[in-house]
């Protein structure tokens, strides 16, 4: 049963199965970055082309908050080529099979960011849950746009090096006060996405009482921690 949405802990089952295979693109994460690019068309709500299905029952591209590219179904930026793909709008399939890719884009500028920082394979021996934060986080802001940047005296610029510092150490706490982050709106103001990173932080707190709960179960009859 999908959720009403009116609940922040609550995710919206958009999608209602993933490939059984060893990966960060689980149904919950799937669902958690839908509902945070577009929670009209995550509940499947029909609405404006700026935030759900239209009528005729297809989503249709619409111009990005932040300016730039137009963006269609959930968070996916059009491409070269891509605008007269989708000038007659997609199904609610394609807008998922579009988020899925993505995830597993930014995934890749996610693992680059930690091996930067780590060595090769680091972002992969991490536990699940804080790949998903970090690939979240690239997926919200742009790979790119973690790697930490100094000027020629030293002096921080931009970037996430304490969230870096923080996943290569396993401080799961220090990971989410990492998090934060906003957008500058074409008038110039900042925007802080103070309600995304909030249910961020939920989801990650409530994976991680799971894990815990896991781990101790599998701990009391005798078995080896996961």
């Given at each position: 049963m999908r959720s009403s949405g009116r609940d922040r802990d609550?995710?919206?089952?958009?999608?209602?199965?993933?490939?059984?295979?060893?990966?960060?693109?689980?149904?919950?994460f799937v669902n958690l970055i839908a509902l945070a690019e577009n929670g009209a068309l995550a509940q499947k709500r029909q609405g404006s082309k700026n935030e759900g299905l239209m009528p005729d029952g297809r989503i249709y591209a619409h111009e990005s908050l932040e300016g730039g590219l137009k963006t269609i179904g959930f968070g996916h930026k059009l491409k070269p080529g891509e605008a007269d793909l989708f000038k007659n709008g997609i199904t609610m399939k394609q807008a998922l099979a579009l988020l899925v890719e993505d995830i597993e884009l930014h995934e890749s500028e996610a693992r680059k960011f930690i091996d930067d920082g780590g060595g090769v394979g680091t972002f992969d021996g991490l536990p699940m849950l804080e790949r998903q934060?970090?690939?979240?986080?690239?997926?919200?802001?742009?790979?790119?746009?973690?790697?930490?940047?100094?000027?020629?005296?030293?002096?921080?610029?931009?970037?996430?090096?304490?969230?870096?510092?923080?996943?290569?150490?396993?401080?799961?706490?220090?990971?989410?006060?990492?998090?934060?982050?906003?957008?500058?709106?074409?008038?110039?103001?900042?925007?802080?996405l103070t309600s995304r990173v909030d249910g961020v932080r939920a989801y990650a707190r409530n994976k991680n009482k799971l894990r815990q709960q896991a781990t101790a179960a599998n701990l009391a009859v005798g078995g080896v921690q996961p």
């Amino acid at each position: 049963m999908r959720s009403s949405g009116r609940d922040r802990d609550e995710i919206p089952y958009v999608v209602t199965d993933m490939p059984g295979k060893d990966t960060l693109v689980t149904k919950d994460f799937v669902n958690l970055i839908a509902l945070a690019e577009n929670g009209a068309l995550a509940q499947k709500r029909q609405g404006s082309k700026n935030e759900g299905l239209m009528p005729d029952g297809r989503i249709y591209a619409h111009e990005s908050l932040e300016g730039g590219l137009k963006t269609i179904g959930f968070g996916h930026k059009l491409k070269p080529g891509e605008a007269d793909l989708f000038k007659n709008g997609i199904t609610m399939k394609q807008a998922l099979a579009l988020l899925v890719e993505d995830i597993e884009l930014h995934e890749s500028e996610a693992r680059k960011f930690i091996d930067d920082g780590g060595g090769v394979g680091t972002f992969d021996g991490l536990p699940m849950l804080e790949r998903q934060l970090i690939t979240e986080l690239a997926f919200n802001i742009g790979g790119p746009n973690l790697t930490p940047t100094y000027d020629k005296a030293g002096k921080y610029l931009s970037g996430y090096p304490k969230l870096r510092k923080a996943a290569i150490s396993k401080d799961f706490e220090g990971m989410l006060k990492e998090l934060g982050r906003g957008y500058t709106k074409p008038d110039g103001s900042f925007n802080q996405l103070t309600s995304r990173v909030d249910g961020v932080r939920a989801y990650a707190r409530n994976k991680n009482k799971l894990r815990q709960q896991a781990t101790a179960a599998n701990l009391a009859v005798g078995g080896v921690q996961p």
